[in-house]
């Protein structure tokens, strides 16, 4: 059974920097692409970011929504099923439960999401 | 991008009824590439469909979904108390990938 366990949500202070990580188990973790995809407070679901497998036709690739291009990046330790999103420059906006989701696929493109964790809160305040 | 337009915003049905959820496209949605998700509060989404048909293992059959180019449906066919929630479809035949605002089904 897939199993995703998102960490390192909080509060930080807006321009500061954090780190989340998404530990997965159940699966070849290296043979799929991993995304983030953001939910902020009584809003809906927002695509984040992704990152392709190393089995990919074009090898390791990242995407990020226009809305964190430059501030947020994804990266990936196969040897430790872990899935990383360094988020900096942070901004009230950034405020959201961040979900970390397997696609079915090993590149970014044509994807959707069939494995979902529980999400981690980050909070964007002074 | 692709702007997905989810109507209505509330359905208010009762369980044993039948619900009828839309997502519009604002552009094509190419090989009808659209996802639809559940989603509970404090839970994590639910992967329910792809390709705009086809049911992800394990989902009932009184999910259904339907539709291609702008217009899409996913449609349950009687109400069970778990299906009281929201749900969101997602385009993933274009980039960026985008959702849809969601619906909300309430107990009436």
């Not at chain 1, 872990?82 to 942070?90: D, I, K």
């Amino acid at each position: 059974e897939v199993h995703l366990v998102e960490s390192g949500g909080g509060l930080v202070q807006p321009g500061g920097s954090l780190r989340l990580s998404c530990s997965a188990s159940g699966f070849t973790f290296s043979a799929y692409a991993m995304h983030w995809v953001r939910q902020s407070p009584g809003k809906g679901l927002e695509y984040v970011s992704s990152i392709s497998s190393e089995f990919s036709s074009d090898g390791v690739s990242t995407y990020y929504a226009d809305a964190v291009k430059g501030r947020f990046t994804i990266s990936r330790d196969n040897s430790k099923k872990t899935l990383h999103l360094q988020m900096s420059s942070l901004r009230a906006e950034d405020t959201a439960f961040y979900y970390c989701a397997k696609s079915r696929a090993s590149g970014n493109t044509y994807v959707y999401f069939d494995s979902w964790g529980q999400g981690t809160l980050v909070t964007v305040s002074s | 991008e692709v702007v997905l337009t989810q109507s209505p915003g509330t359905l208010s049905l009762s369980p044993g009824e039948r619900a009828t959820l839309s997502c519009r496209a604002s552009q094509s949605v190419s090989s009808s590439y659209l996802a639809w998700y559940q989603k509970k509060p404090d839970q994590a989404p639910r992967f329910l469909m792809h390709g705009a048909s086809v049911r992800a293992t394990g989902i009932s059959d009184r999910f259904s979904g339907s539709g291609s180019g702008t217009d899409f449906n996913l449609t349950i066919s009687r109400l069970e108390p778990e299906d009281f929630a929201v749900y969101y479809c997602q385009q993933y035949g274009s980039s960026p990938l985008t959702f849809g605002g969601g619906t909300k089904v309430e107990i009436k």
